[in-house]
């Protein structure tokens, strides 16, 4: 809560700032209609139409189901200052991730804006192509536009509320992205501008319920919480203990087992029992 709350100063801050001429007195009002209102483990709805970037008619349905968990991201591509540093922060954590956009996980950016095109969409398809430096972005980063009540819907159901400043013709809105379910169910917020890579992958995998990532991905996971207070995965002290206790019992059973074969299989190249019996 206090990094959100922190969050919402620092947005404030660049809000004002971008508008040069506001007055301290201003600043609350400014940030009126800015915040997030968890709704997690909600569902989104899957009916709402958009454009993708291609210019082809699009449900939310047809990147749900898929068996892949969603970074999702409200947004608008004509966005001066925010909108970019989230973006960015989105693509620089992803793309050190070792799991695989596209085969393990999606991104969907939804623009705000109702007047924004799917050419401008597909500009910036581009443009994260080339931030992302990596495949995946063609097949698993869409970026959609469409009617203003369904971008607000879609808002609506995650907790994502925004303006619109008709003096600056710019909306202001929070940094934050939304972790979803393969079936659209809100997994996981994370504020900021600044995703770590750890929290991301965690994140992605928490609400892929363990589907995705290798065995020792979900061992990590098990050992850590979201602490939504620290903005990001702690260590549970009690289940690093119960792993590092589970993995001692398996090392010292290997230990043990390797040297009684090792023993029984001497014993048996002398013809003796693989065990030594005592002679009184």
Same mark, same amino acid.
Not at 85 to 113: C, Q, R, W
Not at 226 to 232: E, V
């Given at each position: ?21 506001? &007055? ?23 009916? &709402?139409?958009?454009?993708?970037? #291609? ?39 992803a ?29 910036k ?16 980063w ?7 009540e369904?971008?607000r ?9 925004y ?10 809105h929070?940094?934050?992205i ?38 020792i ?30 993995l #001692?019992?398996?090392?010292? #059973? ?9 023993e029984?299989?001497r ?10 019996l005592?002679?009184?």
């Amino acid at each position: 809560m206090i990094k959100r709350t922190l969050y919402m100063v620092l947005l404030g801050l660049s809000y004002a700032c971008s508008a040069q001429a506001q &007055l301290i007195e201003e600043k609350p009002r400014a940030l009126q209609g800015i915040d997030v209102v968890e709704h997690l483990g909600e569902t989104i709805p899957e009916d &709402l139409s958009f454009q993708d970037e #291609t210019g082809k008619a699009v449900k939310l349905s047809d990147y749900l189901h898929k068996g892949k968990p969603i970074i999702l991201v409200m947004a608008y591509y004509r966005c001066p200052m925010l909108c970019n540093m989230v973006l960015n922060s989105v693509a620089e954590s992803a793309k050190t991730l070792d799991l695989v956009l596209g085969k393990d996980y999606m991104i969907l950016t939804v623009s705000i804006d109702s007047r924004e095109t799917a050419e401008l969409a597909a500009a910036k398809k581009t443009r994260y192509k080339e931030v992302f430096g990596k495949p995946g972005v063609e097949e698993g980063w869409f970026f959609l536009t469409g009617a203003s009540e369904h971008s607000r819907a879609l808002a609506d159901a995650v907790g994502f509320k925004y303006f619109y400043d008709n003096k600056r013709d710019e909306y202001a809105h929070p940094a934050v992205i939304m972790l979803l379910s393969p079936e659209g169910k809100i997994t996981r917020y994370v504020y900021g501008i600044n995703y770590k890579n750890f929290d991301l992958k965690l994140g992605l995998i928490e609400a892929a319920q363990g589907k995705i990532g290798s065995t020792i991905d979900r061992l990590i996971l098990s050992c850590f919480h979201y602490d939504a207070s620290a903005g990001s995965y702690v260590p549970v002290a009690m289940n690093i203990m119960r792993l590092g206790g589970v993995l #001692t019992i398996i090392v010292l #059973t290997i230990v043990v087992g390797s040297f009684w074969m090792r023993e029984s299989r001497r014993h048996a190249r002398n013809g003796k029992p693989s065990v030594d019996l005592p002679t009184n």
